[in-house]
Protein backbone atom coordinates (compact mmCIF):
# COMPACT_ATOMS: atom_id res chain seq x y z
CA UNK A 1 0.00 0.00 0.00
CA UNK A 2 0.94 3.00 -1.18
CA UNK A 3 0.74 5.34 1.72
CA UNK A 4 1.08 8.81 -0.68
CA UNK A 5 -2.10 7.32 -2.64
CA UNK A 6 -3.83 7.64 0.84
CA UNK A 7 -6.35 10.58 1.27
CA UNK A 8 -5.14 12.10 4.77
CA UNK A 9 -8.01 14.70 4.47
CA UNK A 10 -10.29 11.53 4.66
CA UNK A 11 -9.37 9.56 7.00
CA UNK A 12 -8.95 12.80 9.62
CA UNK A 13 -12.92 13.63 9.16
CA UNK A 14 -13.67 10.04 9.01
CA UNK A 15 -11.49 9.67 12.52
CA UNK A 16 -12.45 12.37 13.57
CA UNK A 17 -16.29 11.07 13.67
CA UNK A 18 -15.87 7.48 14.80
CA UNK A 19 -13.44 9.33 17.90
CA UNK A 20 -16.60 11.20 18.74
CA UNK A 21 -18.76 8.61 18.53
CA UNK A 22 -16.53 6.49 21.00
CA UNK A 23 -16.26 9.66 23.31
CA UNK A 24 -20.36 10.20 23.46
CA UNK A 25 -20.32 6.31 24.29
CA UNK A 26 -18.19 6.40 26.66
CA UNK A 27 -19.27 9.62 28.31
CA UNK A 28 -22.64 7.46 28.62
CA UNK A 29 -20.75 4.81 30.11
CA UNK A 30 -19.63 7.10 32.77
CA UNK A 31 -22.69 8.70 33.91
CA UNK A 32 -22.78 8.05 36.98
CA UNK A 33 -19.39 10.05 37.66
CA UNK A 34 -19.52 13.27 37.32
CA UNK A 35 -16.26 14.71 36.47
CA UNK A 36 -15.26 12.12 34.44
CA UNK A 37 -18.69 12.42 32.38
CA UNK A 38 -18.53 15.93 32.12
CA UNK A 39 -14.98 15.80 30.12
CA UNK A 40 -15.70 13.12 28.23
CA UNK A 41 -18.99 14.56 26.96
CA UNK A 42 -17.21 18.07 26.11
CA UNK A 43 -14.16 16.09 24.66
CA UNK A 44 -16.79 14.30 22.47
CA UNK A 45 -18.04 17.55 21.32
CA UNK A 46 -14.94 19.02 20.59
CA UNK A 47 -13.82 16.23 18.75
CA UNK A 48 -17.11 16.14 16.82
CA UNK A 49 -16.64 20.07 16.34
CA UNK A 50 -13.14 19.40 14.73
CA UNK A 51 -15.02 16.47 12.48
CA UNK A 52 -17.16 19.33 11.24
CA UNK A 53 -14.75 21.74 10.92
CA UNK A 54 -13.02 19.20 8.58
CA UNK A 55 -15.41 18.20 6.71
CA UNK A 56 -17.21 21.47 6.08
CA UNK A 57 -14.48 23.29 5.34
CA UNK A 58 -11.88 20.72 3.59
CA UNK A 59 -15.08 18.76 1.25
CA UNK A 60 -17.28 21.84 0.91
CA UNK A 61 -15.16 24.64 0.94
CA UNK A 62 -17.41 26.46 3.81
CA UNK A 63 -20.39 26.31 1.30
CA UNK A 64 -24.12 25.39 1.92
CA UNK A 65 -24.83 24.74 -1.42
CA UNK A 66 -21.89 22.09 -2.19
CA UNK A 67 -22.91 20.56 1.34
CA UNK A 68 -26.53 20.53 0.49
CA UNK A 69 -25.38 18.74 -2.67
CA UNK A 70 -23.02 16.36 -1.41
CA UNK A 71 -25.84 15.25 1.70
CA UNK A 72 -28.64 14.80 -1.07
CA UNK A 73 -26.77 12.35 -3.03
CA UNK A 74 -25.39 10.47 -0.05
CA UNK A 75 -29.19 10.50 1.30
CA UNK A 76 -30.22 9.35 -1.93
CA UNK A 77 -28.02 6.57 -2.55
CA UNK A 78 -29.34 5.64 1.30
CA UNK A 79 -32.94 6.09 1.33
CA UNK A 80 -33.31 7.05 -2.43
CA UNK A 81 -35.08 9.99 -1.35
CA UNK A 82 -32.48 12.94 -2.46
CA UNK A 83 -32.89 15.50 0.03
CA UNK A 84 -30.75 18.23 2.39
CA UNK A 85 -32.61 17.65 5.28
CA UNK A 86 -30.06 15.81 7.05
CA UNK A 87 -28.00 18.69 6.43
CA UNK A 88 -29.64 20.81 8.71
CA UNK A 89 -30.12 18.05 11.00
CA UNK A 90 -26.53 18.07 11.41
CA UNK A 91 -26.59 21.75 11.72
CA UNK A 92 -29.13 21.58 14.54
CA UNK A 93 -27.08 18.82 16.30
CA UNK A 94 -23.73 20.70 16.44
CA UNK A 95 -26.28 23.59 18.02
CA UNK A 96 -27.67 21.23 20.64
CA UNK A 97 -24.85 19.76 21.77
CA UNK A 98 -22.63 22.84 21.94
CA UNK A 99 -25.18 24.54 24.07
CA UNK A 100 -25.53 21.26 26.19
CA UNK A 101 -21.88 21.26 27.19
CA UNK A 102 -22.11 25.48 27.39
CA UNK A 103 -24.95 24.29 29.63
CA UNK A 104 -22.91 21.87 31.72
CA UNK A 105 -19.27 23.80 32.10
CA UNK A 106 -21.58 27.48 32.68
CA UNK A 107 -24.55 26.48 34.56
CA UNK A 108 -24.16 22.91 36.03
CA UNK A 109 -26.98 23.03 39.04
CA UNK A 110 -29.93 24.44 36.23
CA UNK A 111 -28.33 21.59 34.22
CA UNK A 112 -28.74 18.77 36.52
CA UNK A 113 -32.36 20.22 37.45
CA UNK A 114 -33.78 20.06 34.19
CA UNK A 115 -36.67 18.33 34.09
CA UNK A 116 -35.90 14.76 32.92
CA UNK A 117 -37.88 14.84 29.50
CA UNK A 118 -35.64 17.88 28.80
CA UNK A 119 -32.64 15.49 28.66
CA UNK A 120 -34.13 12.53 27.05
CA UNK A 121 -35.16 15.18 23.89
CA UNK A 122 -31.82 16.03 23.98
CA UNK A 123 -29.64 12.83 24.33
CA UNK A 124 -32.49 11.13 22.22
CA UNK A 125 -31.61 13.78 19.11
CA UNK A 126 -27.89 13.55 19.84
CA UNK A 127 -27.64 9.90 19.88
CA UNK A 128 -29.91 9.56 16.80
CA UNK A 129 -27.97 11.41 14.59
CA UNK A 130 -25.08 10.24 16.11
CA UNK A 131 -25.99 6.24 15.57
CA UNK A 132 -27.49 7.88 11.62
CA UNK A 133 -24.00 9.26 11.11
CA UNK A 134 -22.32 6.36 12.15
CA UNK A 135 -24.20 3.09 11.62
CA UNK A 136 -26.56 4.25 8.72
CA UNK A 137 -24.72 6.61 6.80
CA UNK A 138 -21.46 4.17 6.14
CA UNK A 139 -20.39 0.74 5.30
CA UNK A 140 -17.19 0.71 7.62
CA UNK A 141 -16.65 -2.54 9.57
CA UNK A 142 -16.52 -0.15 12.56
CA UNK A 143 -20.14 0.60 12.15
CA UNK A 144 -21.01 -2.60 14.48
CA UNK A 145 -18.73 -1.70 17.47
CA UNK A 146 -21.06 1.56 17.42
CA UNK A 147 -23.67 -0.95 17.41
CA UNK A 148 -22.18 -2.68 19.96
CA UNK A 149 -21.70 0.14 21.98
CA UNK A 150 -25.05 1.13 21.81
CA UNK A 151 -26.17 -2.56 22.69
CA UNK A 152 -24.20 -2.16 26.01
CA UNK A 153 -24.77 1.26 27.21
CA UNK A 154 -28.24 0.45 27.02
CA UNK A 155 -27.80 -3.09 28.37
CA UNK A 156 -25.57 -1.54 31.56
CA UNK A 157 -28.53 1.10 31.70
CA UNK A 158 -31.28 -1.49 32.24
CA UNK A 159 -29.28 -3.38 34.48
CA UNK A 160 -28.67 -0.91 36.77
CA UNK A 161 -31.86 0.77 36.71
CA UNK A 162 -33.02 -2.74 37.64
CA UNK A 163 -30.58 -3.87 40.53
CA UNK A 164 -31.45 -0.10 41.55
CA UNK A 165 -35.25 -0.23 41.11
CA UNK A 166 -34.89 3.09 41.00
CA UNK A 167 -35.20 5.86 38.10
CA UNK A 168 -31.84 6.43 36.95
CA UNK A 169 -30.69 10.49 36.68
CA UNK A 170 -30.69 11.74 32.64
CA UNK A 171 -27.45 10.59 30.35
CA UNK A 172 -24.89 12.01 30.85
CA UNK A 173 -25.54 13.76 33.56
Known sequence: MNLM???LGEYLVKGSAWCSAFLMLAAFLAARRERPTRNLWTAACAVYLLHFCLGFGGYHNWSHAAAASYTA??????????TSAVL???YLFTLVWVADVLWWWLWPMARQQRPRWV???????LATIMFCGTFIFTSNPLRWVILGGVIAVSSVRCRNRAMNNTPEPPLPA
Open 5 to 7: SVN
Open 73 to 82: MLTYDVIHVR
Open 88 to 90: WGN
Open 119 to 125: ALIIYGF
